[in-house]
């Protein structure tokens, strides 16, 4: 699952219920011990990153497993491109492994809506993830794809590094586009591909008229799989002091402090912007 992945908890629900419907034999594994390496390699610390992605591997191989199946394109990136690590299993994204059990699938409703798929493809790789992502889509029952374009200057997933890397006008401008391409197809979802894709754009529902969802949450609803997107919720109520409200049952058990806690939601959840 990655580290990252953790502030957008409902994939994490979301994707451990999809592998639980057809019987996958798995362990669910992440946070910070299995650190990919990511925010080193980033920082310029190669030697620091390497030996982070080296104990992540270990801890992989300690479980014997056919495949490891990775969530985060950051992940997948590094260890297909960047490290030279020796592993025992396959690696394959989350998207390219489901694709391939798609006749396991029992659905359980109908998803009658016109789905545009917000994609990567600075890679082949990214594409091919795209890909299985659209597989997916197009075996729920009432479900449409709606053909709408892409951006290789969008590099691996949505990210603010990349944003910056851009230029915050020429990203949004991509960005815009997309989202007024999805609707001139008549498209009712905007399906984002990464959890980085799902923060970063989830508040375009305010300016234009798409549902924004993660596309597993999408394919899982038909499975009578659902589980709320809280950080979207929190980001579009635009309100600091309503999300400490809702979260405090949580802080208090878990003695995080208050000072502390506000400082970050007010960052993270702003009232504008």
């Known amino acids: 699952?990655?580290?990252?992945?953790?502030?957008?908890?409902?994939?994490?629900?979301?994707?451990?219920?999809?592998?639980?419907?057809?019987?996958?034999?798995?362990?669910?594994?992440?946070?910070?011990?299995?650190?990919?390496?990511?925010?080193?390699?980033?920082?310029?610390?190669?030697?620091?990153?390497?030996?982070?992605?080296?104990?992540?591997?270990?801890?992989?191989?300690?479980?014997?497993?056919?495949?490891?199946v990775m969530w985060c394109p950051s992940c997948i990136y590094l260890y297909d491109e960047v490290y030279d690590i020796p592993a025992s299993y396959q690696t394959q994204q989350v998207a390219e492994f489901l694709a391939e059990h798609i006749a396991q699938f029992k659905f359980a409703r109908a998803?009658?809506?016109?789905?545009?798929?917000?994609?990567?493809?600075?890679?082949?790789?990214?594409?091919?993830?795209?890909?299985?992502?659209?597989?997916?889509?197009?075996?729920?029952?009432?479900?449409?794809?709606?053909?709408?374009d892409t951006d290789?200057?969008?590099d691996r997933a949505c990210t603010e590094a990349n944003q910056q890397k851009l230029g915050v006008e020429t990203w949004q401008g991509i960005i815009e586009g997309?989202?007024?391409?999805?609707?001139d197809a008549g498209a009712t979802v905007f399906a984002t591909m990464y959890h980085g894709c799902q923060r970063m754009l989830c508040t375009y529902e305010e300016r234009y008229p798409l549902a924004v969802e993660h596309y597993l949450s999408v394919f899982a609803r038909a499975l009578g799989i659902e589980h709320e997107d809280q950080y979207k919720k929190y980001r579009l109520w635009r309100d600091p002091d309503r999300v400490l409200a809702e979260a405090s049952p949580c802080t208090r058990a878990n003695n995080v402090d208050l000072a502390e806690a506000r400082r970050v939601v007010e960052k993270v959840f702003p009232r504008e912007g």
């Open 1 to 68: 699952l990655g580290c990252n992945v953790l502030r957008t908890s409902h994939m994490v629900r979301t994707v451990i219920g999809v592998f639980d419907s057809i019987g996958v034999d798995y362990v669910a594994v992440g946070g910070a011990a299995y650190c990919c390496g990511s925010p080193y390699q980033r920082g310029g610390d190669k030697e620091l990153a390497d030996s982070v992605a080296a104990r992540t591997v270990r801890f992989f191989e300690r479980y014997q497993p056919e495949r490891v």
């Open 111 to 148: 998803e009658v809506q016109r789905v545009a798929l917000h994609y990567h493809s600075n890679r082949p790789r990214r594409v091919q993830e795209g890909r299985a992502a659209e597989a997916l889509l197009s075996a729920v029952p009432g479900l449409e794809l709606a053909r709408t």
């Open 152 to 154: 290789a200057r969008l």
């Open 178 to 183: 997309q989202f007024q391409g999805a609707v």
